[in-house]
């Protein structure tokens, strides 16, 4: 009996090893399109210093007035003077010589965080003062689509008013002939009302998630007039990467179907004949699709919910359109998703995007702070529950902070960088006047556990004339 069990379990393993022989040939390749799968490297990473080439990535971080919509102007935090920041494409074993300069004009620190990176957080993703510059160099050993941003607290006010951007690092050898684009959604969280024409992010609204735009490549609808283009049968590759802050993008080309799908975009990870793909906020993912027959097919979040925001395009398929591209640059134009070479340091009002509003000249022709006219008075009312507006934004000049205290309980008001210290008897008033220099601000109550309870707020000074 022992032989015939032993017989029995030599006969199994040797039935599957030979169905193993067969199965694997079958899931090997044939999936009658592109083989990016196979042409490229298996490997999903390689380790160890890199010997390709060293390329030098130099952003500066400015501020700047970016049309996201028909008629809306918006104040956009960036790298390079546009949202999304350039498009950098590099290779698997590439050496990144990276510089940040922070040329804010609001006072901010900034930060980078390449999500393609092994690199220590402590070390090369803290901030960075205004008017300095850091450097540093990193190995690209994962291939994929990945998104780099803005690090300093709070990441959400820095990546929703602008300061992401798409790196796409290639296998080593590149990838097959394709016609590509990259496409990277966001969202907008505009204030209700505008400044001087202009609309300044609104934190609020980023925290309750409430986004008035949700788009592709920083503009809504921009590709429903401008089409993308691709003729019939060739293989597409859409490199999509959700720069959030938030929402998760369902994305979906209506009328057509993706031939395989690489989450994060690595060719070591391939689904195959996806309908819609969740593309998490910071992550992305590689498309290919072949379309056969020409016509208009759009592409689109399938949370219906925010796809009227501004998250619709088309892609246009004709006979008759031009070739795609032998290669793509290194550092790409966003806007036209990463076709036309740029330099990633556009000065601030520099961009096609748009230019920094100027602000209006005071009375006295003077520049900077406003020091001959009479501060103005912010009414905030402090409770335990917050402070009541827990946004503030002013104008650079002197401001008189008056606060009042609605309940029976002692609390403060505190703003650290301004030298502001408010203490508030029970039911008590007091008030303070300081010169508020541009920059974003903690306001907060300094008492133990009133901060963790909702008393904290953001106070944003915008420059006063002469800046």
């Not at 990176?117 to 090369?124: E, H, I, L, S, V």
């Not at 490199?239 to 179907?257: D, S």
């Not at 008759?320 to 036209?336: K, L, N, S």
């Amino acid at each position: 009996m022992r032989r015939f069990v032993i017989g029995a379990v030599a006969i199994e393993v040797a039935l599957l090893i030979v169905g193993l022989t067969w199965i694997g040939p079958m899931n090997s390749g044939g999936d009658g399109g592109s083989d990016t799968a196979t042409a490229a490297t298996q490997d999903f990473r390689i380790y160890g210093d890199g010997d390709g080439d060293v390329v030098n990535v130099v952003l500066d971080a400015t501020e700047t007035v970016q049309t996201i919509a028909p008629d809306v102007d918006y104040h956009v935090w960036t790298f390079g003077g546009t949202t999304p920041a350039p498009v950098i494409r590099v290779q698997v074993g590439d050496t990144i010589h990276f510089t940040l300069n922070n040329k804010s004009e609001l006072g901010l620190s900034h930060s980078i965080d390449f999500h393609a990176a092994q690199t220590p957080w402590d070390k090369n993703y803290q901030p960075v003062a205004p008017g300095e510059s850091f450097s540093f160099d990193w190995v690209a050993r994962f291939p994929g689509v990945f998104m780099y941003h803005c690090g300093v607290p709070p990441v959400l006010h820095h990546i929703a008013n602008g300061m992401y951007g798409a790196i796409i690092v290639e296998p080593e050898g590149g990838l097959p002939p394709a016609r590509e684009y990259v496409l990277t959604s966001s969202e907008f969280y505009p204030a209700r009302r505008p400044v001087d024409g202009v609309f300044e992010g609104d934190l609020a609204r980023m925290e309750a998630v409430d986004p008035e735009y949700v788009v592709f490549n920083g503009v809504g609808n921009q590709y429903l007039d401008a089409p993308l283009e691709a003729r019939p049968d060739e293989t597409i590759r859409l490199w999509v990467m959700n720069a959030g802050p938030t929402l998760t993008n369902a994305f979906h080309v209506i009328g057509a179907l993706f031939d395989r799908t690489y989450p994060d975009g690595n060719p070591a990870n391939i689904l195959y004949g996806l309908q819609t793909y969740n593309v998490a906020p910071g992550a992305g993912a590689m498309f290919e699709l072949q379309i056969p027959d020409e016509g208009m097919y759009p592409f689109v979040t399938h949370s219906f919910a925010y796809t009227g925001l501004g998250s619709v395009g088309v892609i246009k398929v004709s006979a008759d359109v031009p070739e795609a591209p032998a290669t793509y640059p290194t550092i790409a134009d966003p806007f036209d998703g990463g076709l036309t070479e740029t330099t990633g340091t556009v000065k601030a009002g520099g961009s096609d995007t748009g230019t920094v509003a100027a602000p209006p000249e005071d009375e006295g022709g003077g520049g900077g702070m406003n020091h001959g006219a009479a501060p103005e008075t912010v009414e905030v009312s402090a409770a335990l529950a917050g402070f009541d507006p827990s946004e503030i934004e002013v104008k650079e000049r002197e401001v008189t902070f008056n606060l009042t205290n609605t309940e029976a309980l002692p609390h403060d008001f505190t703003i650290d960088d301004l030298g502001v210290k408010i203490k508030l008897d029970a039911n008590g008033s007091g008030e303070q006047t300081v010169e508020a220099k541009p920059g974003t601000y903690e306001f907060y109550c300094s008492i133990p556990g009133h901060k963790d309870a909702g008393m904290v707020g953001t106070l944003t000074v915008l420059p006063g004339a002469g800046h």
